[in-house]
C-alpha cells in the first residue's frame, strides 16, 4: 500500500483529518496529537491491510526556544506488507506526555527510555 493509502486507511477508521500529513517534516510523515497516537498506534500495528508489525526507531525533538513544543516521531514498518510511516506527535514543553506504545512494540520500552533520557 503507498502512503496516500495509509492516510487513507487511517482516516477512514477514524475520520477525516485525523492523521494530517505533514509535508514540512517528510512526505511520509502523518501529524497526530499525543491522545490521538493513544488510538492510532494499536490501530496501525492490528489492522490487517496496514500490519505496521515493526518499530524500527523513536526519535525526541526538541522544536527551539520559539516553539511551545517538543516532539516524538515514530517510525514505522509492515514486513508482511514492505510500507513504512513516519508519525510525528508534537506535546506541549510544559508537559510533555505521549502514550507509551511498550505494550505494542516490545522494542519501544528501550527507544522510549532513551528519548526519556534525552528530553524528559
Known amino acids: 500500500m503507498?502512503?496516500?493509502?495509509?492516510?487513507?486507511?487511517?482516516?477512514?477508521?477514524?475520520?477525516?483529518g485525523f492523521a494530517v500529513v505533514d509535508e514540512e517534516v517528510s512526505l511520509r510523515?502523518?501529524?497526530?496529537?499525543?491522545?490521538?497516537w493513544g488510538?492510532?498506534?494499536?490501530?496501525?500495528?492490528?489492522?490487517?491491510?496496514l500490519s505496521?508489525?515493526?518499530m524500527?526507531?523513536?526519535t525526541g525533538i526538541d522544536e527551539g526556544e520559539e516553539s511551545k513544543n517538543l516532539a516524538v516521531v515514530?517510525?514505522?514498518?509492515?514486513?508482511?506488507?514492505?510500507?513504512?510511516?513516519e508519525v510525528y506527535v508534537p506535546t506541549p514543553r510544559a508537559l510533555p506526555k505521549v502514550p507509551s506504545v511498550e505494550q505494542i512494540w516490545?522494542?519501544?520500552d528501550w527507544f522510549e527510555r532513551e528519548t526519556y533520557d534525552m528530553f524528559g
Open 2 to 16: 503507498n502512503f496516500a493509502g495509509i492516510v487513507e486507511e487511517i482516516n477512514t477508521r477514524f475520520g477525516d
Open 29 to 36: 510523515t502523518v501529524r497526530v496529537s499525543p491522545e490521538q
Open 39 to 49: 488510538e492510532l498506534a494499536p490501530f496501525l500495528c492490528e489492522e490487517d491491510s
Open 52 to 54: 505496521f508489525d515493526a
Open 56 to 58: 524500527m526507531c523513536i
Open 74 to 85: 515514530y517510525n514505522l514498518h509492515s514486513m508482511k506488507h514492505n510500507h513504512k510511516l
Open 106 to 108: 516490545r522494542i519501544a
